[in-house]
């Protein structure tokens, strides 16, 4: 059974961080590429951490600087530092296996193959 489950959400103030992390089971974690989503409502599902099997990462620019994806294939998990948040990183944020950035829309969708639950994070400014 394929499970990925997010924890470390919660609320904080602008310019402050939030760690996430996310424990996945049920696949070949290391052959796999894994991806950070993000949904905030009204707006396109946002690809904010591309994380390669290989470590290699990517950021769009609205988070580029400020956020840092990692894993560590060990623990099969990965991470999601988000540093010198901001409002409009209010959002639900997920953890998903193989991400496709070409795919937009709502997520969770078909821009990935397995996705956790989500975890909220709830910028105040």
């Known amino acids: 059974q394929v499970r990925l489950v997010e924890s470390g959400g919660g609320s904080v103030q602008a310019g402050g961080s939030l760690r996430l992390s996310c424990t996945v089971s049920?696949?070949?974690?290391?052959?796999?590429?894994m991806g950070w989503y993000r949904q905030a409502p009204g707006k396109d599902c946002e690809l904010v951490a591309n994380i390669g099997r290989d470590g290699r990462t990517s950021y769009p620019d609205s988070v580029k600087g400020r956020f840092t994806g990692s894993r560590d294939n060990v623990k099969t998990t990965v991470y999601l530092q988000m540093d010198r948040l901001k409002p409009e990183d209010t959002a639900l944020y997920y953890c998903a296996a193989d991400p496709l950035p070409q795919i937009h829309g709502y997520c969770p969708g078909p821009q990935a193959n397995y996705w956790g639950r989500g975890t909220q994070v709830t910028v105040s400014s």
């Open positions: 049920g696949f070949t974690f290391g052959n796999s590429d």
